[in-house]
């Protein structure tokens, strides 16, 4: 019998939960997360999460990377959750997971500040012109795009359209363009820090940027482990994980829109609490919010 499907959910919850039973039996607590990694999606959290787990006190989530459970697997329970996450028996001093999609999906944050009021969240967000391009890329090779990037772009408000909406009425709806097809809207980065910031505070949101990651990942896993309450830690050599294939540069005349579009967010991004750098290649002024919309097919 396929372990998938409402029979394979039931299941994978009861073992969870017997599992979470069996801890409590024996004296085996579970550890609860003290850290996320929420995003963004094409931005480096694969890599900046490999990378935390490699700290020796660090303990790893049971499914890899992340457990999805605060976006599209909250139904399974916080007793599915807590079997995810090692025993405090272990010797680990922290334990935590990470998904692009916290950060993006209408009802994580709010499930986030419910459920763990104590967690740190690091968000590593990568300039939204290059995190556009190459999420459609990424996309296309997984299936979910035939459309050109361009032509994407022109679609984007119509297929996003009341998916948010949906989503918060009808939290099992699978929302496929919010997840797939967010190509300009993944990239507004100072809305979806909001609930975060407002929900657990400046102090317990900590803002990595992708393109400082990879440049001298020494250096700002030094800052991402100091925020973690975690001693130093040297890993050694830092690889990309995740990463795609070479690709060809976004068109000049692509660029420069965009970089219209996204100055107002960018702006906003900048006057957050914590944030201390810019992207890389500063783009032009904002332009009016008819004129990008005419240029982008944007909302």
């Not at 272990?90 to 209408?106: D, I, V, W």
């Not at 904002?286 to 005419?294: C, E, N, R, S």
Request: charged share 20%.
């Amino acid at each position: 019998m396929s372990a998938r499907g409402p029979m394979g959910n039931a299941l994978t919850v009861a073992r969870a939960r017997l599992t979470h039973v069996t801890d409590r039996v024996s004296g085996r607590h579970r550890m609860t997360p003290g850290y996320l990694v929420v995003g963004t999606k094409r931005g480096g959290s694969t890599s900046l999460a490999d990378w935390i787990e490699e700290h020796p006190l660090v303990g790893p989530c049971r499914v890899g990377k992340g457990t999805h459970y605060f976006d599209i697997h909250h139904h399974r329970g916080r007793a599915w959750y807590d079997a995810q996450f090692p025993t405090t028996g272990e010797g680990y001093a922290l334990t935590g997971e990470s998904s692009p999609y916290y950060m993006f999906h209408p009802l994580a944050a709010q499930r986030v500040v419910a459920e763990l009021p104590q967690v740190k969240v690091v968000a590593c967000l990568r300039d939204p012109v290059e995190r556009a391009w190459s999420h459609h890329a990424y996309e296309v090779a997984r299936g979910h795009e035939t459309e050109s990037f361009e032509r994407a772009l022109e679609l984007e408000p119509e297929r996003l359209a009341g998916e948010a909406e949906r989503l918060a009425a009808d939290p099992s709806y699978d929302a496929p363009h919010w997840r797939y097809h967010a190509y300009l809207r993944r990239g507004h980065y100072a809305e979806q820090l909001a609930p975060y910031l407002q929900g657990l505070g400046p102090q317990q949101v900590l803002v990595v940027q992708s393109e400082a990651l990879f440049a001298d990942p020494a250096a700002q896993l030094a800052r991402v482990f100091d925020f973690l309450g975690l001693p130093a830690h040297d890993g050694g050599d830092h690889r990309a994980l995740n990463a795609g294939r070479d690709r060809s540069p976004v068109p000049e005349a692509v660029r420069e829109r965009l970089r219209a579009y996204y100055a107002p967010h960018d702006a906003a991004l900048y006057a957050l609490p914590g944030v201390d750098f810019r992207w890389p290649h500063p783009g032009p002024a904002a332009a009016p919010t008819t004129a990008v919309q005419a240029r982008t097919g944007a909302a």
